[in-house]
């Protein structure tokens, strides 16, 4: 069974940055598409970043020129690197990929809150 574990979140000011790291109990990061999502209270859950096995990455307009996606296949990791953080950020970020059957994964969140 895979487990993404997710870290990184926090309490930060508005034009701050923040790092999150997914974390893959197994070699999955350099297998498959990589996702970070993002809900907030009463909201659906959106996406925020992917980033494919041949490293092409994909953002929401909301995001674009403020987030970074990446991997470290080596250590089974995906990151997200985020700046210039806004009060409209504060959500949880969730850690995603479907694997070849089409099963959905999920990480536990990892709560980022932006404020003054």
């Known amino acids: 069974q895979v487990q993404l574990v997710e870290s990184g979140g926090g309490l930060v000011q508005p034009g701050g940055s923040l790092r999150l790291a997914c974390s893959a109990s197994?070699?999955?990061?350099?297998?498959?598409?990589m996702g970070w999502y993002r809900q907030a209270p009463g909201k659906q859950r959106d996406l925020v970043a992917t980033i494919t096995t041949g490293g092409s990455t994909n953002y929401a307009d909301s995001v674009k020129g403020r987030f970074t996606i990446s991997r470290d296949n080596a250590k089974n990791t995906v990151y997200l690197q985020m700046s210039n953080l806004k009060p409209e950020d504060t959500a949880v970020y969730y850690c995603?990929?479907?694997?070849?059957?089409?099963?959905?994964?999920w990480g536990q969140g990892t709560q980022v809150t932006v404020s003054s």
């Open positions: 197994r070699s999955i990061v350099s297998t498959y598409t």
């Open positions: 995603y990929f479907r694997d070849l059957l089409r099963r959905d994964y």
